[in-house]
Protein backbone atom coordinates (compact mmCIF):
# COMPACT_ATOMS: atom_id res chain seq x y z
CA UNK A 1 0.00 0.00 0.00
CA UNK A 2 1.31 3.63 -0.92
CA UNK A 3 1.76 6.82 1.70
CA UNK A 4 -1.35 7.93 2.67
CA UNK A 5 -2.04 11.40 1.91
CA UNK A 6 -2.06 14.43 4.49
CA UNK A 7 -5.35 16.19 5.43
CA UNK A 8 -4.72 19.84 6.28
CA UNK A 9 -7.38 22.02 7.90
CA UNK A 10 -7.49 25.64 7.29
CA UNK A 11 -10.03 27.18 9.76
CA UNK A 12 -10.69 30.81 11.40
CA UNK A 13 -13.26 32.99 12.06
CA UNK A 14 -15.44 34.55 9.54
CA UNK A 15 -14.03 37.18 8.11
CA UNK A 16 -10.34 36.46 8.87
CA UNK A 17 -9.40 35.79 5.25
CA UNK A 18 -9.57 31.79 5.59
CA UNK A 19 -10.92 31.19 1.88
CA UNK A 20 -8.76 34.11 0.11
CA UNK A 21 -5.90 32.46 1.81
CA UNK A 22 -6.78 28.95 0.77
CA UNK A 23 -7.42 29.93 -2.68
CA UNK A 24 -3.21 31.29 -2.53
CA UNK A 25 -1.84 28.80 -1.01
CA UNK A 26 -3.64 26.08 -3.86
CA UNK A 27 -2.20 28.32 -6.68
CA UNK A 28 1.36 27.70 -5.95
CA UNK A 29 0.82 23.89 -4.75
CA UNK A 30 -1.15 21.56 -6.82
CA UNK A 31 -0.03 18.61 -4.85
CA UNK A 32 -2.70 20.21 -2.75
CA UNK A 33 -6.36 18.82 -3.85
CA UNK A 34 -9.22 21.06 -1.85
CA UNK A 35 -12.31 18.91 -1.42
CA UNK A 36 -15.17 21.10 -1.62
CA UNK A 37 -18.01 21.38 1.63
CA UNK A 38 -21.73 21.21 1.17
CA UNK A 39 -24.06 24.11 2.63
CA UNK A 40 -27.78 24.98 3.01
CA UNK A 41 -26.49 28.48 2.95
CA UNK A 42 -27.66 30.65 -0.24
CA UNK A 43 -24.57 31.63 -2.46
CA UNK A 44 -22.53 34.92 -1.86
CA UNK A 45 -21.89 37.26 -4.88
CA UNK A 46 -19.18 35.68 -6.99
CA UNK A 47 -19.39 32.00 -5.32
CA UNK A 48 -19.63 29.18 -7.91
CA UNK A 49 -21.61 26.34 -7.17
CA UNK A 50 -19.39 23.24 -6.68
CA UNK A 51 -16.25 24.96 -6.69
CA UNK A 52 -17.09 27.39 -3.25
CA UNK A 53 -19.57 25.11 -2.05
CA UNK A 54 -22.28 22.56 -2.91
CA UNK A 55 -25.37 24.23 -2.31
CA UNK A 56 -27.98 22.06 -1.45
CA UNK A 57 -31.49 22.28 0.30
CA UNK A 58 -31.99 21.15 3.81
CA UNK A 59 -33.94 18.17 3.11
CA UNK A 60 -31.02 17.26 0.59
CA UNK A 61 -28.44 17.69 3.59
CA UNK A 62 -30.39 15.96 6.30
CA UNK A 63 -30.62 13.20 3.65
CA UNK A 64 -26.98 13.12 3.36
CA UNK A 65 -26.12 13.26 7.24
CA UNK A 66 -29.15 10.45 7.83
CA UNK A 67 -26.77 8.36 5.47
CA UNK A 68 -23.40 9.15 7.27
CA UNK A 69 -22.28 10.43 3.93
CA UNK A 70 -20.14 13.48 6.18
CA UNK A 71 -17.13 13.67 8.34
CA UNK A 72 -18.82 16.25 9.76
CA UNK A 73 -21.78 18.40 9.89
CA UNK A 74 -22.85 21.15 12.20
CA UNK A 75 -25.31 24.13 11.81
CA UNK A 76 -23.58 27.65 11.98
CA UNK A 77 -25.11 30.89 11.81
CA UNK A 78 -28.33 29.03 11.07
CA UNK A 79 -27.00 27.35 8.65
CA UNK A 80 -25.92 23.60 7.84
CA UNK A 81 -22.56 22.47 6.43
CA UNK A 82 -21.29 19.39 5.81
CA UNK A 83 -17.65 17.59 4.52
CA UNK A 84 -18.46 14.88 2.03
CA UNK A 85 -16.48 11.84 3.66
CA UNK A 86 -16.56 9.84 0.22
CA UNK A 87 -13.97 12.19 -1.68
CA UNK A 88 -11.87 12.99 1.35
CA UNK A 89 -11.14 9.48 1.93
CA UNK A 90 -10.58 8.52 -1.84
CA UNK A 91 -7.91 10.83 -2.50
CA UNK A 92 -5.97 10.36 1.03
CA UNK A 93 -6.00 6.32 0.12
CA UNK A 94 -4.64 7.13 -3.65
CA UNK A 95 -1.21 9.38 -1.67
CA UNK A 96 -3.20 12.61 -2.50
CA UNK A 97 -3.13 15.66 0.11
CA UNK A 98 -6.29 17.52 1.08
CA UNK A 99 -7.32 20.41 2.23
CA UNK A 100 -10.69 21.27 3.88
CA UNK A 101 -11.87 24.91 4.56
CA UNK A 102 -14.06 24.79 7.97
CA UNK A 103 -15.34 26.65 10.89
CA UNK A 104 -14.05 26.52 13.64
CA UNK A 105 -16.80 24.33 14.92
CA UNK A 106 -16.57 22.29 11.92
CA UNK A 107 -12.24 22.55 11.96
CA UNK A 108 -12.46 20.33 15.55
CA UNK A 109 -14.93 17.71 15.02
CA UNK A 110 -13.23 16.65 11.92
CA UNK A 111 -9.57 16.43 14.40
CA UNK A 112 -11.68 13.74 16.61
CA UNK A 113 -12.54 11.86 13.55
CA UNK A 114 -9.20 12.00 12.23
CA UNK A 115 -6.51 12.98 14.95
CA UNK A 116 -3.55 13.43 12.59
CA UNK A 117 -5.51 16.19 10.37
CA UNK A 118 -3.11 19.35 10.74
CA UNK A 119 -5.23 21.80 11.56
CA UNK A 120 -4.46 25.83 10.68
CA UNK A 121 -6.04 28.70 12.63
CA UNK A 122 -5.97 31.95 10.24
CA UNK A 123 -6.13 34.67 12.87
CA UNK A 124 -7.03 38.10 12.09
CA UNK A 125 -4.49 40.93 13.49
CA UNK A 126 -7.20 42.67 15.35
CA UNK A 127 -11.30 42.50 16.32
CA UNK A 128 -11.41 46.03 15.19
CA UNK A 129 -9.58 44.92 11.79
CA UNK A 130 -12.02 41.91 11.01
CA UNK A 131 -14.94 44.21 11.67
CA UNK A 132 -13.97 46.02 8.81
CA UNK A 133 -13.09 43.28 6.65
CA UNK A 134 -16.36 41.89 7.38
CA UNK A 135 -18.34 44.95 6.62
CA UNK A 136 -16.44 45.61 3.55
CA UNK A 137 -17.64 42.08 2.43
CA UNK A 138 -21.09 43.87 2.57
CA UNK A 139 -23.02 40.61 3.01
CA UNK A 140 -24.39 40.46 6.64
CA UNK A 141 -26.69 42.66 8.56
CA UNK A 142 -25.86 44.34 11.83
CA UNK A 143 -27.51 42.08 13.97
CA UNK A 144 -25.28 39.17 11.71
CA UNK A 145 -22.32 41.30 12.11
CA UNK A 146 -22.44 41.36 15.97
CA UNK A 147 -23.15 37.86 16.19
CA UNK A 148 -20.25 37.21 13.71
CA UNK A 149 -18.39 39.42 15.81
CA UNK A 150 -19.21 37.44 19.30
CA UNK A 151 -18.63 34.00 17.73
CA UNK A 152 -14.93 35.10 16.79
CA UNK A 153 -14.33 36.11 20.50
CA UNK A 154 -15.29 32.53 21.16
CA UNK A 155 -13.50 31.05 18.39
CA UNK A 156 -10.14 32.80 19.19
CA UNK A 157 -10.21 31.29 22.32
CA UNK A 158 -10.12 27.40 20.59
CA UNK A 159 -6.77 28.06 19.43
CA UNK A 160 -5.42 25.50 22.00
CA UNK A 161 -6.34 22.97 19.95
CA UNK A 162 -4.64 23.62 16.94
CA UNK A 163 -1.86 22.84 15.03
CA UNK A 164 -0.48 26.06 14.24
CA UNK A 165 -1.99 29.84 13.88
CA UNK A 166 -1.36 32.24 11.43
CA UNK A 167 -2.02 36.08 11.88
CA UNK A 168 -3.27 37.55 8.64
CA UNK A 169 -1.68 40.49 8.24
CA UNK A 170 -1.64 40.30 4.30
CA UNK A 171 -2.05 37.91 1.41
CA UNK A 172 1.19 37.11 0.64
CA UNK A 173 2.46 37.29 3.46
CA UNK A 174 0.14 34.40 5.34
CA UNK A 175 0.55 32.18 1.74
CA UNK A 176 4.19 32.53 2.17
CA UNK A 177 3.56 30.78 6.25
CA UNK A 178 1.25 28.29 5.16
CA UNK A 179 3.26 26.90 2.17
CA UNK A 180 6.13 26.41 5.02
CA UNK A 181 3.77 24.53 7.38
CA UNK A 182 2.61 22.17 4.22
CA UNK A 183 6.64 21.31 3.52
CA UNK A 184 7.26 21.19 6.48
CA UNK A 185 4.27 18.66 7.12
CA UNK A 186 5.19 16.29 4.15
CA UNK A 187 9.14 16.14 5.92
CA UNK A 188 7.57 15.31 9.43
CA UNK A 189 8.18 11.99 10.95
CA UNK A 190 5.41 11.10 12.26
CA UNK A 191 3.74 10.97 8.51
CA UNK A 192 6.86 9.20 6.78
CA UNK A 193 10.33 8.84 7.20
CA UNK A 194 12.27 9.50 4.20
CA UNK A 195 16.15 8.36 5.62
CA UNK A 196 14.14 5.14 6.51
CA UNK A 197 12.52 5.06 2.64
CA UNK A 198 16.15 6.09 1.07
CA UNK A 199 17.38 2.67 2.75
CA UNK A 200 14.31 1.36 1.42
CA UNK A 201 14.76 2.24 -2.28
CA UNK A 202 11.25 3.98 -2.36
CA UNK A 203 11.64 7.76 -1.12
CA UNK A 204 10.12 9.81 -3.51
CA UNK A 205 11.19 12.94 -1.04
CA UNK A 206 13.57 15.64 -2.37
CA UNK A 207 15.22 16.74 1.27
CA UNK A 208 18.00 14.40 1.24
CA UNK A 209 20.79 15.07 -0.80
CA UNK A 210 22.50 12.72 -2.90
CA UNK A 211 26.17 11.19 -2.00
Known sequence: MGKRGLLFVISGPSGAGKGTTREALMRGDPGLAFCVSVTTRRPRAGEIPGVNYTFVDVADFRKSEAQ???LESAQVYGNLYGTPRAPVEHLMESGQDVLLEKDVQGALAIQRRMPHA?????????VDELKARILKRGTES???LECRLDCALREMDETRHFD???VNYDIDRSTQVLEAIVIA???RVRHSNPAQECLEGKSGHDA???S
Open 68 to 70: GEF
Open 118 to 126: ILVFIAPPS
Open 142 to 144: AED
Open 164 to 166: YVV
Open 185 to 187: ERH
Open 208 to 210: LPA
